[in-house]
């Protein structure tokens, strides 16, 4: 079978004249060949029917047609690994020519691409996420995922948090710091409010929370906004939310915030740091590795200055802090400081710790229950038994004074106190 190039060049050298031999030895096919187009005349050839390559995909295609009608954001290569567990042996492409089918094809935002030495940035946002825990309501439980990417290399990662309040903000960068093995140059962030205390756009800057500057100075990185609307300055964090989403989140079940940050960490370290990254065409977990050394080290000690606040005992003997509830062994009403660093909560009455506590990130506890007070509730009296209980003697009235020392009073007619009244009505003295 010869291409439609081939074909149009013998029959123009037919048309000039040329003789089968000729036209062999200008274009290096066989005479016979030759012969056989000439005599088609007019009629090009035709290209061979492809052999069907999605014969192999024929038994999961109705699994996909229902897995991606309920989930239409996964993407091609989470489906992969599903029909592949199922026993599929075929190939990515006749998959992604099928999906195409059954799903439009998404259409990408532009971004702003831009790469950064090693160790220089790191980029960090929150997004939302709607889980199904079993003791969920109605269209889930609201949950953030906190995620934190290194610019060269895209070591990604990540926790799922129950809020996006200042304590997490903290306590997910010291996470992060730890499972990096040091600390980038520079963090890039949008405006949230944990990070940015208020604009100054007369002066052309920004200022920062005093928590956040804290922590960078502890730990030796620059904090930057990013511009308002400018969601394309950290698109190194912004496009992972939404791998994260359709190649980890969708399609799962969770039993609570703990099983869904270990199937997380698992996925993580499994697919998402284990891949060949589409933009850099390097694993990022090799890539990581000789980013690493360009990290700053990471400080010794905690960070110094922990956050404080002072709170009343309720009157079930409980400190409440954040919407969760935590009992204390003192009486109801004490006033108390409480101080947060890290993942600690420490309880204080004075110079001493009364209790210490692990943050939780469990969502907020019920109201406690007074039975399961820490502070002992004051013993009830006993029920009476019927009996007369004796009270203590009252003391006597004192004895009247002696008739002696009482002075006696003379009987008077009351035309006497006529006549005073008379007197005192006209100014006069009785």
């Not at 005599?39 to 035709?46: C, E, F, L, N, V």
């Not at 239409?72 to 029909?83: F, M, Q, V």
């Not at 799962?252 to 891949?275: I, P």
């Not at 969502?363 to 019927?386: I, L, V």
Request: aromatic share 10%; hydrophobic share 40%.
């Amino acid at each position: 079978m010869i291409g439609k190039g081939d074909w149009v060049m013998i029959i123009d050298l037919h048309r000039q004249g040329l003789t089968v031999t000729e036209i062999s030895r200008r274009t290096g096919l066989d005479r016979k060949t030759i012969r056989r187009w000439i005599g088609r005349g007019m009629d090009p050839p035709a290209p061979a029917p492809h052999k069907d390559r999605g014969v192999q995909l024929d038994p999961y295609k109705a699994w996909l047609t229902a897995r991606t009608a309920q989930f239409p954001e996964l993407n091609g290569t989470r489906l992969l690994r599903e029909i592949r567990e199922m026993g599929y042996a075929g190939g990515y492409t006749q998959l992604t020519d099928f999906l195409r089918t059954v799903r439009p094809k998404a259409e990408s935002a532009p971004a702003i691409r831009f790469e950064t030495p090693p160790g220089k940035q790191a980029q960090v946002d929150f997004a939302e996420f709607r889980a199904a825990f079993p003791d969920s309501p109605p269209g889930g439980t609201k949950v953030q995922l906190f995620s934190m990417v290194l610019g060269c290399s895209r070591m990604l990662w990540g926790r799922f948090v129950p809020r996006q309040d200042m304590d997490t903000v903290i306590r997910c960068h010291e996470e992060a710091f730890l499972a990096f093995g040091g600390v980038p140059g520079q963090i890039v962030y949008d405006r949230m409010k944990t990070v940015v205390a208020k604009d100054e756009p007369q002066a052309g800057g920004v200022a920062y929370s005093a928590r956040i500057l804290s922590l960078s100075r502890h730990y030796g990185f620059a904090p930057w906004a990013c511009r308002a609307y400018r969601a394309q300055t950290k698109g190194k964090v912004e496009r992972p939310f939404r791998y994260i989403r359709e190649d980890f989140f969708l399609g799962r079940t969770f039993s609570g915030m703990e099983d869904l940050n270990a199937q997380f960490d698992a996925w993580l370290g499994g697919v998402a740091n284990a891949r060949v990254h589409a933009t850099t065409g390097r694993v990022v977990a090799g890539h990581f590795a000789e980013e690493r050394p360009f990290l700053l080290p990471l400080p010794h000690g905690p960070l110094p200055d922990a956050q404080r606040m002072w709170r009343k005992v309720s009157k079930d003997g409980f400190v409440s802090v954040g919407g969760l509830f935590y009992p204390v062994a003192l009486p109801p009403g004490r006033k108390v400081d409480v101080e947060i660093s890290g993942d600690r909560l420490a309880v204080l009455d004075g110079a001493g710790t009364v209790a210490a506590f692990a943050v939780s990130e469990g969502r907020p506890a019920p109201a406690p229950d007074p039975k399961a007070a820490a502070w002992p509730k004051p013993a009830k009296e006993p029920a009476s038994s019927g009996k007369t209980i004796p009270m203590p003697a009252r003391p006597e009235p004192p004895d009247p004074p002696p008739a002696a020392q009482v002075a006696e009073v003379a009987p008077r007619s009351l035309a006497v106190y006529d006549l005073v009244a008379l007197r005192l009505s006209k100014g006069g003295r009785p």
